[in-house]
Nanobody, 116 residues
Framework: HVQLVESGGGSVQAGGSLRLSCAAS????????MGWFRQAPGKEREGLAV???????SYADSVRGRFTISRDNAKRTLYLQMNSLKPEVTAMYYC???????????WGQGTQVTVS
C-alpha cells in the first residue's frame, strides 16, 4: 500500500525559506521517480521538480535556482527546499511518486504554503 504524507508547509514572509518533506511508505523510495507539484486556487497543477531513480533532477523554469529537490533513501523521505519565496508561490504543494514507471500515480494529501 503506497502512502505519501507531506509536511513542512506554513506561512512565511516574502524572501523566507521553507523545507517540505514527503514521507513515503509501501515501496522502495530509492528506485522510484518522485516529484513535487503545486496548485493554487483557480489554477492548474504545476510540476516543480522531479528526481529520478538515478538521482538526476530536473526543475521547472519558475523555480530553478531557488528550489532544490532531494531524497533521503534511508528515511524514505523526499524533500523540497524552497528559498527566496515570493507571494505568487502561495499554493497547496503535493508530492507524487511513479513506482511502476507509468506516471505519477500516487499522490499525497498536500501541504499549504502561504507567502505574504
Amino acid at each position: 500500500h503506497v502512502q505519501l504524507v507531506e509536511s513542512g508547509g506554513g506561512s512565511v514572509q516574502a524572501g523566507g525559506s521553507l523545507r517540505l518533506s514527503c514521507a513515503a511508505s509501501g515501496y522502495t523510495v530509492s528506485s522510484t521517480r518522485m516529484g513535487w507539484f503545486r496548485q493554487a486556487p483557480g489554477k492548474e497543477r504545476e510540476g516543480l521538480a522531479v528526481i529520478g531513480s538515478d538521482g538526476l533532477t530536473s526543475y521547472a523554469d519558475s523555480v530553478r535556482g531557488r528550489f532544490t529537490i532531494s531524497r533521503d533513501n534511508a528515511k524514505r523521505t523526499l524533500y523540497l527546499q524552497m528559498n527566496s519565496l515570493k507571494p505568487e508561490v502561495t499554493a497547496m504543494y503535493y508530492c507524487a511518486s511513479d513506482p511502476n514507471g507509468l506516471g505519477f500515480t500516487y499522490w499525497g494529501q498536500g501541504t499549504q504554503v502561504t507567502v505574504s
